[in-house]
């Protein structure tokens, strides 16, 4: 339990980190949250855990299948936002990219990819 308990606060405290940088740079903050740090985090989580290495390497190629269907979500979300508030741009970003998680899936099957 105490393990479980390091390892949120370890997550949380990089979060925090990242959102703090944010709030007094957008550049800054940007560029440490376009770093795959949760991909980092989980992977070094994983390998401490004894996780073995085809486990992650498997983690990290689906990780990369489901980067591009999220893409859009970057592109759009700034002028929702500025065209109808957060609430509506939140919600329509999620719906997005729902929608192109699927059809990538439908895409990848094509292709003999089982993602899910």
């Known amino acids: 339990m105490l393990y479980l308990v390091a390892k949120v606060f370890?997550?949380?405290?990089i979060i925090?980190?990242?959102?703090?940088?944010?709030?007094?740079?957008?550049?800054?903050?940007?560029?440490?949250?376009a770093?795959?740090?949760?991909?980092?985090?989980?992977?070094?989580w994983m390998y401490f855990e004894g996780a073995t290495d085809s486990k992650i390497?498997?983690?990290l190629q689906?990780?990369?299948?489901?980067?591009?269907?999220?893409?859009?979500?970057?592109?759009f979300f700034?002028?929702?936002i500025h065209k109808f508030g957060f609430p509506?741009?939140?919600?329509?970003?999620?719906?997005?990219?729902?929608?192109?998680i699927y059809g990538f899936k439908l895409l990848y099957e094509q292709f003999g990819f089982k993602v899910f």
């Not at 370890?10 to 405290?13: K, L, S």
């Not at 689906?62 to 592109?75: E, G, I, K």
């Not at 509506?88 to 192109?100: G, M, Q, R, V």
């Open 10 to 13: 370890f997550t949380a405290i």
């Open 16 to 33: 925090v980190v990242v959102s703090e940088v944010a709030k007094k740079s957008d550049q800054y903050g940007g560029l440490l949250a």
């Open 35 to 44: 770093l795959p740090l949760s991909t980092f985090l989980i992977i070094f």
């Open 57 to 59: 390497s498997n983690h």
């Open 62 to 75: 689906l990780t990369l299948y489901f980067v591009l269907p999220t893409l859009p979500m970057f592109l």
């Open 78 to 80: 700034p002028y929702l």
């Open 88 to 100: 509506i741009a939140t919600l329509a970003s999620i719906a997005l990219t729902s929608l192109l």
